[in-house]
């Protein structure tokens, strides 16, 4: 070995060279063949996937339920609405957690007995929610963030998945400490999802300890997720901004800031979730001085990553390659590219929303699809590093093409009217209180439609291009409705 270092320095092999080109082209986490991180990291990129399957069948089934002759073969006469949700959660709170599963999968090594236990519970729990109109579950509540039926398989099947994520979260917590880095802003950005993530089932549990008993239905889920989901967002850009940077490394675009200002502008991200336990101490969850704080917290405080990291992400873009792309990083370039105008669509609608009108759809739908495309391009990149085949170029180009341009028309294409298909809008929390006491059943309706995008596109194009063995103040206008995603700099009026 003495020897071969000697020829090395001599000019033969130029080592220094050649590891500077594997460090670029190899991601900040190796996926070794043989690493037992491999088949659960697998489980948890086919469960997302799949819920995204599961979204596209729900989008479909909603608009059979709207065609004439056919709504009588739904089990209610208001199947619209009961696909709605399903669709909605299953396309974003499952398949953008089941996802934050894969990075904590990759940052740390699986905990015997409890990881496993944790996805068995979490795909459980995904497939309770997506069977439960069928069983029973047709009283459709459009409350904001997470949209619920009201009965207790559709409740139990959203608990259930939130145990397995929460589960599989303390078996990451328990091992990041050993892979966690300064200077790799993939490892703090996945850590920085995970806090988040727990301080939003925290405000949760807060929340529900803090209700009032008195509440009739109407409003309880509209208060009981109103703070945790305004939280939850701040997970999800995490998610959304440690997908940004690894597409822009395995497209080979160099980008401004260093690691270490990349992990500094990710902790800053989460940093002002330090105001939620002084909004839970300082108010009651039913206050207006709740929904108020929670608002102002995702509207200012949620792009503080966001906006600079994105800004950096177009300086890399327009400055072309700055070191070597991987094999087969087209795929991974466009969705990078379609995520981040579809992102900044998002947000630039934001600054227009005025009132609850189809800018507001407009608004959530951009920044719904850019994190969604993201991720699309983070699968893409990871699947032959979990022992499929690479993927196809064509296909998944045109699967970020129309996905990613046909909501860009789309969002063009809307101007400021009445939000009106789907059902009625309603402005404001309304409710009234009951005597006394509380069951589990507790109903609100808030919020107006949803326009859908149906996501199976998405899913279609991961199957069809994986050549391997196996598919291993006020609530409505300016807010996420429904599970939506976070946005840098919301307005909400």
Same mark, same amino acid.
């Given at each position: 070995s003495l020897e071969w270092c000697v020829q090395t320095t001599a000019g033969v092999i130029d080592v220094s060279a050649m590891a500077r080109e594997i460090s670029m082209l190899q991601p900040q986490w190796r996926l070794d063949p043989n690493s037992s991180r491999r088949p659960l990291v697998t489980a948890w990129l086919v469960l997302g996937v799949s819920a995204l399957a599961l979204a596209g069948i729900f989008a479909l089934l909603l608009v059979a339920a709207r065609a004439p002759g056919t709504g009588a073969l739904f089990p209610t006469q208001d199947f619209f609405r009961v696909a709605l949700i399903v669709h909605v959660d299953q396309s974003v709170l499952i398949w953008f957690l089941a996802f934050g599963g894969v990075l904590w999968g990759l940052a740390a090594p699986p905990v015997p007995g409890l990881s496993w236990l944790a996805f068995c519970i979490a795909a459980a729990g995904c497939l309770l929610v997506a069977a439960s109109p069928f069983l029973g579950a047709v009283d459709p509540l459009l409350n904001n963030y997470v949209p619920v039926l009201d009965h207790p398989l559709f409740v139990a099947g959203l608990g259930l998945f939130a145990l397995g994520v929460l589960l599989h979260l303390a078996g990451y917590l328990r091992g990041a400490r050993s892979g966690l880095s300064w200077g790799d802003p993939l490892a703090v950005g996945t850590l920085t999802a995970a806090l988040a993530a727990l301080i939003s089932a925290l405000s949760l549990v807060w929340t529900w300890a803090g209700l009032s008993p008195n509440w009739e239905g109407k409003t309880f889920y509209e208060y009981l997720f109103w703070g945790p989901g305004h939280v939850l967002q701040f997970a999800y850009t995490q998610i959304l901004l440690v997908a940004w940077i690894w597409l822009a490394r395995a497209a080979g675009r160099e980008l401004p800031l260093g690691d270490r200002t990349l992990s500094a502008l990710l902790v800053l991200g989460v940093l002002p979730l330090v105001a939620v336990p002084l909004v839970h101490g300082l108010y009651a969850p039913d206050s207006a001085e709740t929904r108020i704080a929670f608002m102002r917290l995702m509207q200012w405080g949620n792009g503080l990553a966001a906006v600079p990291i994105g800004l950096a992400l177009l300086i890399a873009l327009m400055r072309g390659s700055g070191r070597a792309a991987e094999p087969g990083s087209l795929p991974v370039r466009r969705a990078l590219v379609a995520s981040l105008t579809l992102f900044a !669509? @998002? /947000?630039? &609608?934001? *600054?227009?929303?005025? /009132?609850?009108? #189809?800018?507001?759809?407009? $608004? %959530?739908? @951009?920044?719904?699809? @850019? *994190? #969604? =495309? !993201?991720?699309?391009? &983070? #699968? %893409? $990149? =990871? =699947?032959?590093? =979990?022992?499929f085949g690479r993927p196809d170029a064509a296909p998944h180009r045109r699967a970020c093409g129309l996905r990613g341009y046909g909501h860009t028309a789309q969002d063009r294409g809307r101007r400021p009217g009445p939000r009106q298909p789907g059902g009625q809008v309603v402005h404001g929390c309304h409710g009234h209180r009951r005597p006394a006491g509380r069951d589990w059943r507790h109903p609100v309706r808030a919020g107006g439609n949803r326009r859908l995008q149906p996501p199976h596109d998405v899913t279609l194009g991961i199957a069809s291009g994986s050549q391997g063995r196996r598919l291993d103040g006020r609530p409505g206008a300016g807010s996420m409705n429904s599970g939506q995603v976070p946005l840098a700099g919301t307005l909400s009026r």
């Open positions: !669509a @998002g /947000g630039f &609608l934001a *600054v227009l929303i005025a /009132g609850s009108n #189809t800018i507001v759809p407009a $608004h %959530y739908h @951009g920044s719904i699809v @850019g *994190v #969604t =495309l !993201a991720l699309m391009g &983070l #699968t %893409y $990149h =990871l =699947l032959p590093r =979990l022992g």
